[in-house]
Nanobody, 121 residues
Framework: QAQLVESGGGLVQAGGSLTLTCAAS????????AAWYRQVPGKQRELVAA???????NYADSVKGRFTISRDNAMHLVYLKMNNLKAEDTAVYYC???????????????WGQGIQVTVSS
């Protein structure tokens, strides 16, 4: 059974950096398009950054120039490097990755369990 596991969250001061990692575990053939979302209580989950299978990226305006999404296809990993963090970046971050597993004819969408990022001002 494939699943996504996030790591790298925690508490950081404003201006600091964190790198989130999303690891696809289980039997996975390939990872496809991937994205990071975030959610704060009482608000909708919002897209933070996305990367296509061809490595094209796009970012929310609020994180452009500060966050970088990347991937390691061989290791089935997706990263979110976050620099110059602000208090308003505080949220639960979720990775969303299309995985191709041996038991499926095509890619399927998977979500991680979420990881807390807290930025103190």
């Amino acid at each position: 059974q494939a699943q996504l596991v996030e790591s790298g969250g925690g508490l950081v001061q404003a201006g600091g950096s964190l790198t989130l990692t999303c690891a696809a575990s289980g039997i996975v053939n390939r990872i496809g398009a991937a994205a990071w979302y975030r959610q704060v209580p009482g608000k909708q989950r919002e897209l933070v950054a996305a990367i296509t299978r061809g490595d094209s990226t796009n970012y929310a305006d609020s994180v452009k120039g500060r966050f970088t999404i990347s991937r390691d296809n061989a290791m089935h990993l997706v990263y979110l490097k976050m620099n110059n963090l602000k208090a308003e970046d505080t949220a639960v971050y979720y990775c969303n990755v299309a995985l191709w597993t041996p038991d499926a004819p095509d890619y399927r969408d998977y979500w991680g369990q979420g990881i807390q990022v807290t930025v103190s001002s």
